[in-house]
């Protein structure tokens, strides 16, 4: 049962908090610095996240990257950590790895292609982004419910995570 929430109270499955492992982040971009920053600013501001067979939220959740996976240690306010899940990189890889090639043509593009050319390159970016936040969604079920745009965030503090330039 997910609550739904009010303005006088807040939903329980949602996140309140992210920390990102400093050891894991890149820090030689700031395009994603920034993304990474818009990212968890929309996350916590809106979001739908509840751990399978839990009902104790609202979640902190702790992403790093440990062994080449991606970590997701989640705790309660009242618990540092009560479950943490590893997924697997390797669905990912192609996907970040095109990401930021296109992120990169588009950045670019900014500075000097016509707006048609920038368009056709943002559409590029964000159906790569889809497809990330679709494989991130299928990768948590059965252990994380998130909504897509939950997921399209998530998928964003990810590639800033992956991504060592």
Known sequence: MHDEGT????????LYAIDIDEKSIARNNSNI???REVAIFDLLD????????REDGPYRLRL???DQKLAFAV????????VTHFLS?????RIIKDYFMVCDSYYEAIRTAPPSKIQ???MGRRGLHDEGSRTLQERLQGKID???DTARRLFTLICALHWKG
């Open 89 to 93: 990189l390797t669905p990912f890889k």
């Open 146 to 148: 998130v909504d897509f």
């Open 33 to 35: 610095e920034h993304e």
């Open 120 to 122: 056709a390159i943002d």
């Open 75 to 82: 705790g309660t306010e009242s618990e540092e950590v009560v």
């Open 7 to 14: 303005a006088e109270q807040p939903s329980r499955m949602r």
């Open 64 to 66: 790093s990257i440990v």
């Open 46 to 53: 809106g979001n739908s996240f509840a751990v399978t067979g």
